[in-house]
C-alpha cells in the first residue's frame, strides 16, 4: 500500500485544479511541491502547495500538467484525486474551459453548473470501487452547494463578461470537438455547457469525499450556430487568455470562504462518512487488495 508521505509534511484542506491555460496560480507564496504516490499511480503533474497571505495553504494542480502534455482521455484523474486526498483536501475548486451552447452564456462569460452530462466512451477509469469491493456513491447532485454559493457570493469580481449559475454541462471523450449534429443534440438534451473534463473527476472527488465544484469559462460556441465558424483551438486560446485574469482573480476573492466553510465543517455536510455506507460487498467477500488500496483514499472505512 502506498503511504502518505506528503501529509505528514503539509495538511492542505483546499485544491485548486487548474483545466487548458490554466497551470499556475499566480499572487500566492510558494511553499513547496509534492508528488505523491498513489495505489493509482502519479497525478497529472507535481502539486504546488502555495501560501496565502492569511497564512492558508492551498495545492494547485494542472489537470493537463504543465505545458498541456496530456489529452482529457488521458488524464489520471483517480491520481490526481486520490494525491490531492492524501495532503487532506476537502474542497476541490476546478477550473474548466467550456465551449457555449446557449446564446446568453457568451465567450468570456463566467459558469457554475449545477448537473452533468455524461457522454464519455467509457474508456477512463472512473471509480475507486473495482475488484472485489463494490460502493455506489450518491451522485444526483454533482457540486457542491456549499462552494457554489461561496463562489456565487463573490461574482461581481470578473470583469468584462457575465457570471451565470445552475446550468447543465455535457462531458464529451474528445480529444476532437463535436460535429454540428452533435452540437444540436446536446442542446436538445438540455445541456448549456459542453466540455471534455468534469468526468471522471467529479465522481472520483465524491468516492473520495471531497467537496468539488466546477468553474466554467466560456472559451466559444462550440458549432450548433448556423453560418458561424465552428470552435477551434486557436480560438478557445483567445479567450482563455482573457479568462485567465478574471480566474486569478475570483480565485483570490473566494479564498476567505472556502476557509471558513472549510474550517466549519459545512463543506463535509452530507458527505463525511458517505462512503462507508455506500459499499454492497459482504465483509467475508471483500478482496484484501482492494480493500488495502481503499486505505489510502478512505481509510478505516472497509477493513474487516
Ligand atoms: C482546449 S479546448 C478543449 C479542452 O479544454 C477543456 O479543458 P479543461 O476542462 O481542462 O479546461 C476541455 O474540457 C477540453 O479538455
Ligand atoms: N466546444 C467545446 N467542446 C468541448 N470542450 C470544450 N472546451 C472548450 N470549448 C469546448
Request: hydrophobic content about 45%; some cysteine; glycine content about 8%.
Amino acid at each position: 500500500m502506498a503511504a502518505h508521505p506528503a501529509s505528514r509534511l503539509f495538511t492542505v484542506k483546499i485544491a485548486v485544479i487548474g483545466g487548458s491555460g490554466l497551470y499556475n496560480l499566480e499572487g500566492l507564496e510558494f511553499v513547496a511541491e509534492v508528488n505523491p504516490d498513489t495505489p493509482w499511480g502519479k497525478a497529472s503533474d507535481a502539486i504546488t502547495i502555495a501560501k496565502t497571505a492569511s497564512g492558508l495553504h492551498i495545492a494547485f494542480l494542472a489537470r493537463h500538467g504543465r505545458g498541456h502534455y496530456l489529452t482529457p482521455s488521458e488524464v489520471p484523474a483517480r491520481a490526481n484525486i486520490a494525491a490531492l486526498k492524501s495532503l487532506g483536501v476537502e474542497a476541490i475548486i476546478a477550473y474548466s474551459a467550456v465551449g457555449s451552447l446557449r446564446e446568453e452564456l457568451k465567450p468570456r462569460d463566467f459558469v457554475l453548473p449545477s448537473q452533468i452530462i455524461d457522454r464519455t466512451k467509457g474508456i477512463r477509469p472512473s471509480t475507486f470501487f473495482e475488484d472485489g469491493l463494490v460502493a455506489h456513491a450518491m451522485f444526483a447532485d454533482p457540486f457542491s452547494a456549499v462552494l457554489e454559493q461561496v463562489i456565487w457570493e463573490q461574482r461581481g469580481v470578473i470583469e468584462g463578461g457575465d457570471f451565470h449559475r445552475a446550468k447543465t454541462l455535457i462531458c464529451m471523450e474528445g480529444p476532437q470537438f463535436s460535429t454540428r449534429a452533435e452540437s444540436h443534440m446536446y442542446r436538445s438534451f438540455g445541456a448549456d455547457l459542453i466540455n471534455m473534463s468534469v468526468l471522471p473527476e467529479a465522481k472520483l472527488a465524491r468516492e473520495a469525499e471531497i467537496a468539488y465544484q466546477m468553474i466554467c469559462m466560456s472559451t466559444d460556441y462550440d458549432c450548433w450556430k448556423e453560418h458561424e465558424v465552428a470552435v477551434t483551438v486557436e480560438a478557445v486560446v483567445a479567450n482563455l487568455k482573457a479568462n485567465s485574469n478574471n480566474a486569478q482573480r475570483l480565485l483570490a476573492a473566494i479564498l476567505p470562504g472556502l476557509e471558513r466553510v472549510v474550517e466549519s465543517g459545512e463543506v463535509h455536510e452530507g458527505l463525511k462518512g458517505s462512503m462507508r455506507f455506500a459499499c454492497m460487498t459482504a465483509p467475508e467477500k471483500r478482496s484484501v487488495e482492494a480493500v488495502n488500496k481503499l486505505e489510502f483514499l478512505l481509510p478505516g472505512y472497509y477493513t474487516v
